[in-house]
């Protein structure tokens, strides 16, 4: 059972429709059950013509899922029951840091974009949120008491992997609101999700949420992370290298066939200038056939 779990922060671009592409192909080429998510809880408010919006760019692609799409929104009390569970069983706790002072707190520079490692500060603090918000006035956040330094995985692309986890992480936001990494355990959990296809970038996320199902006690799915589609700067494809958006290109008259047939090339399935329907890549499908380096994807050549 696999799923397909879009933000719907924008219109659907080349790089996220390859991964819709691949996770559907993925379950489909073996007969399986496809859920959709969508994930319209992170960031600001998502407005339902935007939800309308990525159904209609998934199905023009020629996408399909099966039953009614599942929406975050209508499932707080899971992650609220959920993130109180991890605190009932001293996993999590309530966190009064801002940014700001984990940012002071922290010892070493740090790498990458992860920002530093939590220092621990609100370790063994308060009993709850609501004690943090009784003894500091802030709203508290709840964070992930991590004690180990890596949950090692073996992701069905990428193969074996150390994974290192970058220190106490939030589960549930200073707002209530779940945080991603505790959103996408309970759902995947709950609908009885054993294959997630998503991209790569989300690599570091992977301890956490194995972290998050064991203290949970459930059943982790085998994870598969795909590259990501880059532009020629070798950068993540983005809105400087212009406009991939689905709905761009089917406006510039780009046929539903050309875009499958473009993704089919770039996971290594067709030629260059080929065009396809989804269910004519099942037969060709298979993981080796991949890239395992970045993609390059901005070669609006094909399209113009
Ligand atoms: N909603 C996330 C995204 O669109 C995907 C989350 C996941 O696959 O775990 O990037």
Redesign the pocket.
Same mark, same amino acid.
Request: glycine fraction near 0%; hydrophobic fraction near 30%; aromatic fraction near 4%.
């Given at each position: 059972m696999g799923?397909l779990?879009?933000?719907p922060?924008g219109a659907l671009h080349l790089g996220?429709a390859r991964?819709f592409l691949l996770a559907w192909l993925s379950v489909r080429s073996r007969g399986g059950t496809l859920l959709l998510?969508i994930?319209d809880i992170?960031g600001p408010r998502v407005k339902p013509e935007t939800i309308a919006g990525t159904l209609a760019d998934l199905r023009w692609l020629g996408l399909d899922w099966d039953g009614e799409p599942v929406l975050q929104s209508d499932r707080l009390g899971h992650y609220e029951a959920a993130a109180a569970r991890l605190v009932a069983a001293g996993h999590a706790y309530a966190c009064v840091c801002s940014r700001s002072e984990v940012e002071a707190a922290a010892s070493a520079p740090h790498a990458g974009d992860e920002g530093p490692a939590y220092p621990g500060t609100c370790r063994g603090r308060f009993t709850d949120r609501a004690a943090a918000r009784a003894a500091t006035g802030r709203d508290a956040a709840l964070r992930f008491r991590v004690d180990v330094a890596a949950v090692p995985f073996d992701d069905g692309f990428v193969g074996p992997q150390r994974g290192a986890v970058h220190g106490d992480f939030v589960v549930q936001k200073r707002d209530g609101g779940p945080a991603?990494q505790l959103a +996408?355990v309970v759902d995947?959990a709950a609908q009885g999700v054993t294959e +997630?296809?998503?991209?790569d970038?989300?690599l570091p996320?992977t301890p956490r949420?194995l972290l998050l199902y064991r203290a949970l006690g459930l059943a982790a799915p085998q994870f598969v992370h795909v590259p990501l589609v880059v532009g020629g700067d070798g950068r993540r494809l983005a809105k400087r290298h212009g406009d991939t958006s689905l709905r761009h290109l089917r406006a510039r008259g780009v046929t539903a066939a050309a875009v499958v047939g473009y993704l089919a090339f770039l996971c290594g399935l067709g030629p260059r200038g080929g065009s396809a329907l989804p269910g004519d890549l099942l037969g060709r499908f298979a993981w080796q056939r991949l890239s395992r380096q970045p993609v390059r994807g901005d070669d609006h050549g094909l399209f113009a």
């Open positions: 799923r779990a879009p933000s922060t996220n991964t998510r994930e992170d991603y +996408v995947d +997630v296809v998503r991209a970038d989300l996320s949420q």
